[in-house]
């Protein structure tokens, strides 16, 4: 039996209160189904300016009746203080998923994002400090590793930062490695490396490159790939997020507190193979989609070329054990949006 399974047995006899930041987002969501599935109560906190109502309420409906009843919902913003004291009530351990993400949303509007993504995450910090809530999960990123040319990328070797997000994600890990000496805050930051997965919007402005590859190829709409193609990411599926999210919540390692590790699988592709695998995997469910060519445009300011992570310190350390590669985790991606995606809003 491995830790993760180990801390889903310790779920049959101990209910903990968490509270899941940003809940009616991506991974927020994903975290509260979870939670809820296993027999935890949950806290949700989110202010909807990412997240959907939606999502919610597929949860709830999800988890079921009884399950549901352990679920309450705080209507409000990380980036006031008074909301986030509110929100710590009673918690025992927080997920802090809240944020704005995207490097060019922040490149566009650095100070809207600072709002959220320092100022809000200070705040949780704070209040769980002040509310005497030892473990507070939260969600860095990859972006921290700025120019670094080393592959893979390991936690503690970063490169100049390369767009405002990666500014602030780094400062939040700072900041918590304050917290976790100065405060005893067993702080514990989790690199996200291009998370996707069911419930993640395929819409807007800022949406990640697989749900919007997806969705505009589900409705015949041009697709466009930055760069040459070759630029490579270590794509992450829901599932593994939520089993790190769970371990470090839950582990007793004391060496983990005050660190931040990869959310990883440890493998790397192009976009240009991503965009094969998307069509492949769309040409078994639809037989009438036909492979569709990608028009080439520029790069994008602020993206690093590639993106691989090393794992060993989350294997080591909390016992993370990723259980879907890319193609796993697409072959249940793809099955979601084929029966969700007329739900998502733009």
Request: proline share 3%; glycine share 8%.
């Amino acid at each position: 039996m491995n830790s993760f399974d180990q801390f889903i047995n310790s779920f049959k006899t101990t209910q903990k209160t968490w509270l899941v930041t940003g809940n009616a987002g991506f991974i927020g969501s994903n975290l509260t189904e979870f939670l809820l599935a296993h027999g935890q109560k949950v806290v949700g906190l989110d202010n909807f300016s990412t997240g959907y109502q939606y999502n919610i309420d597929d949860v709830l409906t999800s988890v079921g009746e009884n399950a549901a009843k352990n679920f309450s919902f705080i209507h409000g913003d990380i980036a006031d203080y008074e909301t986030c004291v509110k929100a710590c009530e009673g918690v025992d351990i927080i997920l802090h998923q809240a944020a704005l993400g995207s490097v060019p949303r922040s490149i566009v509007d650095p100070i809207t994002s600072n709002r959220s993504n320092i100022t809000g995450f200070l705040n949780m910090l704070t209040a769980a400090k002040d509310a005497g809530i030892k473990r507070f999960v939260y969600a860095s990123s990859s972006s921290v590793y700025g120019d670094s040319e080393e592959l893979p990328k390991v936690e503690e070797r970063t490169g100049n930062l390369l767009s405002p997000y990666a500014v602030m994600k780094m400062t939040n890990e700072m900041y918590a490695g304050v917290f976790a000496r100065t405060y005893g805050i067993e702080a514990i930051g989790l690199r996200y490396f291009n998370v996707f997965g069911r419930r993640q919007n395929p819409n807007g402005a800022y949406a990640a490159v697989i749900p919007k590859w997806i969705g505009s190829l589900l409705s015949g709409e041009e697709i466009y790939i930055n760069g040459d193609g070759e630029t490579s990411r270590d794509f992450t599926y829901i599932d593994n997020v939520i089993q790190m999210n769970l371990l470090a919540g839950m582990t007793t390692n004391p060496i983990a507190f005050g660190q931040a590790f990869n959310v990883a699988v440890g493998g790397r592709n192009t976009l240009n193979e991503l965009y094969s695998i998307i069509n492949q995997e769309l040409a078994k469910h639809i037989d009438t989609f036909k492979i569709h060519p990608a028009l080439y445009r520029d790069f994008r300011d602020g993206d690093i070329r590639h993106s691989n992570a090393s794992i060993t310190k989350a294997q080591t350390l909390v016992g993370y054990t990723p259980t879907h590669n890319i193609k796993q985790g697409l072959e249940k991606a793809i099955e979601w949006y084929l029966k969700n995606i007329k739900k998502s809003e733009k």
